[in-house]
């Protein structure tokens, strides 16, 4: 797992290979960083499902904070959180205390539904109006269609949840 890493820093990084050795010594001490760090260099984008979060911060925020770092950097930050985060807390609350720049920060790591998520949604919903107008609620292809709607519906929503908000 290590060699995918040293890899990425060499070959697309243009970082000598001493140089992404020592930056990765302290990725490798801690399982759960490695693995996310892998997940980028494959997906060329930070954890959504489950990311890791010290002291309130993800891989994600931190990219945004400090988008000079690689990605690797920023895990190494993410290190430093873990086994010393008084002194980068201090100074995250230092450089980072602008209210409208976290509130944005949140915001943009999270952004809301897109817009065809919203229209597809609103459809189903229109969908499950009509059927009960239409059918009527107490009839048995009321109730078959209204099932089918409502299930397709919990279908959807858990699948924005899941992957994620886009």
Do not use: C
């Amino acid at each position: 797992m290590e060699n995918i890493i040293l890899n990425y820093l060499t070959h697309e990084q243009n970082i000598p290979q001493a140089e992404a050795k020592s930056s990765i010594a302290g990725i490798t001490l801690h399982e759960d960083i490695l693995n996310e760090v892998i997940y980028w260099i494959k997906n060329r984008d930070y954890e959504k499902r489950k990311p890791i979060t010290i002291s309130g911060y993800s891989a994600r925020m931190i990219s945004k904070m400090m988008p000079s770092l690689n990605v690797v950097g920023v895990y190494n930050i993410m290190i430093q959180l873990r086994e010393d985060p008084n002194i980068l807390l201090s100074q995250f609350d230092r450089d980072y205390k602008d209210k409208e720049y976290l509130d944005e920060l949140v915001r943009t790591t999270n952004p809301p539904i897109g817009k065809l998520n919203v229209y597809f949604l609103s459809f189903l919903v229109l969908m499950a109006v009509v059927s009960v107008l239409v059918m009527g609620l107490f009839t048995p292809y009321g109730m078959i269609s209204m099932s089918i709607v409502s299930v397709i519906t919990a279908i959807f929503v858990y699948s924005v949840i899941r992957d994620g908000i886009e």
